[in-house]
């Protein structure tokens, strides 16, 4: 038997950790579906069999793509309009659990600030908006 | 160290259990390679003599499988196995395998965030204290990365094996002399920035079956040594479970298992932005990088399971000279790329 209360746990933190959860879960599903699309689909702009060869072979990043049928380097925008293909819906997956931090972050910082933690709360805006800038591509090489 | 990793795991076993959800994306999972691999016949990979695609596919989920065990059972980040690895022994192009070693290092923290924010073990203040360090380093990094890559080519790739093979020694080293952590540290000189930000807190231990009470120290430190720990793992793709934990204990002298909690909900976000720089430059192939995704994901609650049953302290000293021989292989890679003489090793 405990012999003390348990501590009261921060709602800030159960709001950020939920989201989170269920986004990675929902992300995982997605990958699966994207997976097996890969493997279903034939004539596809992006073929498995030519990517997987590629990429063991060698092949930097840039001749990878530009030796495929799409011809260009993909970034998130070209996966978006092509979402209805298996290698796409697989990086937007992967992509899909990476930014569920996002609404975590905003989310949990409202909370942090009804608690009055202010000066946390303005931390996790700022993260939350540099996690946000991130995907845009504006500081990219 | 390793009697509190254990119990931080063995509290994850028990979470494991009362969420069905976990059990059936596992079912999914399970679902989806055995139908792959019985239905679909797609043509042979070239160089892997009856090997295919789908065979690949597995064999990576598999290898992922055994990567999150092993790093769950060891308390490192999977990126620090995964990464290495494939640097040394395959010859797979270098953003290719960062920017899938990032997902390896973020997928298991990022599905262990609930359960560690819903048991209170991770510290939410100092999650967001760590946030934008971790965050800006791992950017910063990621960015040097394929800078590197796209100014450098394969000048690049070798220094890249050669500053991995230095770091991964150290690594090694720091985990052979690493007996220093400490349960629950105790620290005498009050931290004023500490006290200003309010860095206290109390998580209840089951194995003490008491709160526990702490102070975070040492922020101005720690907040410089979380950058570099950001720019490491983003650079090299690697995560930064293996240094965070000591500086969250060690430095900081936060509780070994806050620490580790709190460490895998960290590199999670800091990982989050440190993988944009990769994908836009379409370093991210998504059928490589899936089944290493969902294996990390399973693998860790499958670790999770085992620490209950073996010796931790064997897995801990197989990861040891497993990192001082990937090390010797990239160090060797390194040089032979960079100044052309042969160095014999496997």
């Known amino acids: 038997m405990p012999t003390k ?14 989201i989170i959860y269920w986004g990675t879960c929902i992300s995982a599903l997605l990958v699966l579906v994207g997976t097996i699309l890969s493997f279903l689909e034939t004539g596809s702009s992006v073929s498995v069999s030519y990517l997987l060869d590629a990429a063991l072979a060698g092949k930097n990043v840039e001749t990878i793509w530009a030796s495929s049928n799409i011809q260009q380097v993909p970034n998130i925008s070209f996966y978006i309009s092509t979402w209805t293909n298996g290698e796409s819906l697989t990086v937007i997956g992967i992509a899909a659990g990476v930014l569920s931090v996002i609404p975590a972050i905003f989310f949990s910082s409202v909370y942090l600030w009804r608690s009055n933690n202010h000066i946390f709360a303005i931390v996790a805006l700022v993260s939350g908006f540099l996690t946000l800038l991130a995907p845009t591509g504006w500081f990219s090489p | 160290m390793v009697k509190a990793k254990k119990n931080n795991v063995v509290t994850k076993m028990t979470w494991t259990k009362r969420l069905p959800e976990l059990q059936f994306l596992i079912l999914c999972t399970v679902c989806c390679y055995a139908f792959l691999e019985l239905f679909i016949t797609p043509s042979q990979l070239s160089g892997f003599s009856g090997l295919s695609g789908v065979d690949l596919i597995l064999l990576s989920f598999l290898l992922s499988v055994l990567v999150a065990i092993i790093s769950v059972i060891a308390g490192v980040g999977g990126g620090v196995i995964f990464t290495p690895l494939m640097l040394a022994f395959t010859s797979i192009d270098t953003l290719i395998i960062r920017s899938t070693g990032l997902v390896v290092a973020m997928f298991s923290g990022l599905v262990a965030t609930g359960p560690f924010m819903r048991k209170g073990l991770a510290d939410i203040k100092l999650v967001f204290l760590g946030s934008l360090p971790i965050l800006t380093g791992g950017f910063a990094g990621s960015v040097g990365a394929i800078y590197m890559a796209q100014s450098m080519g394969d000048t690049g790739d070798s220094l890249v094996r050669l ?29 004023k920035l500490g ?25 101005k430190t720690a907040i410089g040594l979380l950058f570099v720990v ?3 793992g983003g650079f090299f793709g690697l995560g930064g479970g293996w240094a ?6 060690l430095v900081m002298s936060v509780p070994l298992k806050v620490s580790a909690a709190t460490s895998g909900v960290l ?18 192939i998504g059928v490589i990088a899936a089944p290493w995704m969902l294996g990390q994901i399973i693998g860790g609650i499958m670790g999770a399971h085992i620490l209950a049953s073996i010796k931790a302290a064997f897995v801990r000293k197989v990861l040891i000279v497993m990192l001082f021989a990937t090390s010797a292989k990239l160090t060797a890679r390194g040089i032979e790329g960079l100044f052309g003489i042969s160095v014999p090793l496997i």
Not at chain 2, 244 to 249: E, H, R, S, Y
């Open chain 1, 5 to 18: 209360r348990k501590p009261p746990i921060p709602v800030s933190g159960v709001v950020y950790g939920e």
């Open chain 2, 163 to 191: 500053l991995l093979g230095l770091l991964l020694m150290a690594i090694a080293t720091v985990f052979v002399l690493g007996g220093a952590s400490t349960e629950y540290p105790e620290h005498n000189d009050p931290s």
């Open chain 2, 195 to 219: 006290r200003v930000l309010k860095l206290r807190h109390m998580y209840w231990e089951d194995s003490l079956q008491k709160p526990v009470k702490y102070k975070a120290h040492n922020i």
């Open chain 2, 230 to 232: 950001g720019f490491t």
């Open chain 2, 244 to 249: 965070v934990v000591p500086v969250l204990n």
């Open chain 2, 267 to 284: 590199l999670a976000m800091g990982n989050s932005a440190a993988i944009w720089p990769y994908i836009n430059v379409g370093a991210l």
